[in-house]
């Protein structure tokens, strides 16, 4: 009986260790992709482990973007237009997009120095994405997590980040 048992509870491990799942979503507020009909939503591959998650990559009309996602602290300010070549990823920090999404100062009043993530993708078709991510919790007794945030890629757009559920 303990044999099987220990059995299963290691299957388990093994097959948690390695779930994709999708959450969070990305949609275009500003430049060529949110004109598009229907507009062009990037959804994050999230890989689960049994400690953490961590964004691997997303997906978009059959392109598929791979990087890496690192914490760092919210620093400096970045004052480029949204849309200009010189706001194309990768940048230091994508301060000008949260303002541009969430209204003026909202970097330096809600995200400069916090812990946030940060990554950039490059896709197979040559898509180049920069994402910056907060993640909340819902409360200190809560689990439930939501992450919010911006994106920037190389034609031009601003994307705002929106999980819809809590993970």
Known sequence: MKV????????VCIIAG?????????YPVQGPAATQTPPKVFTAKIKKGMVSEQISGFVTDGEEL????????A????????????????????????DAIYGQGFYLS????????QGVFTGNQGTVLQV?????????LSQAYKAYGVAVD???NVYKMISPIPF
């Open 18 to 26: 390695s779930v994709q799942a999708s959450g969070q979503k990305l």
């Open 66 to 73: 791979q990087g890496k996602i690192a914490t760092i602290t």
């Open 154 to 156: 190389n034609k031009g």
């Open 110 to 117: 809600h995200v400069l120095g916090e812990e946030i993530g």
């Open 132 to 140: 910056e991510y907060v993640v909340e919790n819902f409360g200190k």
């Open 75 to 98: 620093s400096a300010m970045n004052s480029k237009k949204p849309g200009d070549t010189d706001s194309y990823p990768p940048q230091q920090n994508l301060a000008f997009a949260w």
């Open 4 to 11: 099987r048992f220990s059995l299963f509870l290691l299957c």
